[in-house]
């Protein structure tokens, strides 16, 4: 059977009351005691909203593009062979 795992107890001093408190990592605290931390006023900054440029309403697919040339394309086509054979004539 297996020993449940110990850790060694560390203490530190609070660096603004002075007093002996145990914690595995003070240095995410200041080294400050837990009623020390909370009386600190604690800030956030506000992020800045993030605007999308590209984002907009009235976007036409991609697929609708290629319709249109593939059909623009077509019609150039039909009208070059069109004016071909009437000036052979």
């Not at 931390?37 to 976007?59: D, G, S």
Request: net charge positive.
């Amino acid at each position: 059977m297996t020993q449940p795992k110990y850790y060694k107890a560390i203490w530190h001093n609070c660096n603004v009351c002075r007093i002996h408190y145990m914690s595995d990592q003070p240095h995410l605290r200041a080294y400050l005691c837990d009623d020390c931390w909370k009386t600190l006023p604690h800030f956030r900054a506000q992020q800045p909203k993030k605007e999308n440029k590209m984002k907009q309403k009235n976007i036409i697919p991609a697929e609708t593009w290629v319709l249109f040339y593939f059909i623009v394309g077509i019609l150039l086509l039909g009208w070059s062979v069109y004016n071909i054979m009437v000036n052979e004539l």
